[in-house]
């Protein structure tokens, strides 16, 4: 099982830059991807970017490419998303999950899921 807890959210203006965290905890998840989605009110659950836990391959939304960067600390157990040149349309819930699946794009493919630490960025 897999134990996952958000961290790092918060208010910032357009232009600016968060780092959200993303500590895992569990017996295992050397094969699980790590996701991140975002939620915004009225608006579906989207794919943000997503890493591959043990090969470190990456995967972006077109709109995180080349602004978020996605990471993984495998001494602290923990995944980050640098999110750099933030705009309003970035502002959501951010969840991170962990899939066993080859795919990661969608959330019905993951196992567990984050609380969800807020994001929000003023223009």
């Known amino acids: 099982q897999v134990q996952l807890l958000e961290s790092g959210g918060g208010l910032v203006q357009a232009g600016g830059s968060l780092r959200l965290s993303c500590a895992a905890s569990?017996?295992?998840?050397?094969?699980?991807?790590m996701g991140w989605f975002r939620q915004a009110p009225g608006k579906e659950r989207e794919f943000v970017a997503a890493?591959?836990?043990?090969?470190?391959?990456?995967y972006y939304a077109d709109s995180a490419k080349g602004r978020f960067t996605i990471s993984r600390d495998n001494a602290k157990n923990t995944v980050y998303l640098q999110m750099n040149s933030l705009k309003p349309e970035d502002t959501a819930v951010y969840y991170c999950?962990?899939?066993?699946?080859?795919?990661?794009?969608?959330?019905?493919?993951?196992?567990?899921w984050g609380q969800g630490t807020r994001v929000t960025v003023s223009s």
């Open positions: 999950a962990a899939t066993s699946s080859r795919s990661v794009y969608y959330p019905h493919e993951y196992d567990y």
């Open positions: 569990g017996r295992t998840f050397s094969n699980y991807a």
């Open positions: 890493i591959k836990w043990s090969s470190g391959r990456t």
